[in-house]
């Protein structure tokens, strides 16, 4: 069973940094996605980061181009998020899907998500 477990949500001040982790298991993730999205509220959910597993090639939303970084290590799947803003409050989700020459998509597997908070 995939499970996808985030973590490293808070409140922050603007201008700061926080790191989210997604804990990914459950089957090989050789050939996905790995996916950051958001939601803030009365809002619909958007596209953030994602990342090949393997080849480790990256996508950015121009919203967060420059100031979030996402990567990988062993089973965990980061994204550093810097120079933070208010309107990066949303609840933060990881996702997963199988490669398919899209960055965007339906994705398979999400994770509960975890909340940003980003105070003026």
């Known amino acids: 069973q995939v499970q996808l477990v985030e973590s490293g949500g808070g409140l922050v001040q603007a201008g700061g940094s926080l790191r989210l982790s997604c804990a990914a298991s459950g089957r090989t993730f050789s050939n996905y996605l790995m996916g950051w999205f958001r939601q803030a509220p009365g809002k619909e959910r958007e596209f953030v980061a994602a990342?090949?597993?393997?080849?480790?090639t990256t996508h950015y939303a121009d919203s967060v181009k420059g100031r979030f970084t996402i990567s990988r290590d062993n089973a965990k799947v980061y994204l550093q998020m810097n120079s933070l803003k208010p309107e990066d409050t949303a609840v933060y989700y990881c996702?997963?899907?199988?490669?398919?020459?899209?960055?965007?998509?339906?994705?398979?597997?999400w994770g509960q998500g975890t909340q940003v908070t980003v105070s003026s």
């Open positions: 990342r090949s597993w393997s080849v480790g």
């Open positions: 996702a997963a899907k199988r490669t398919d020459g899209t960055w965007y998509g339906d994705y398979d597997y």
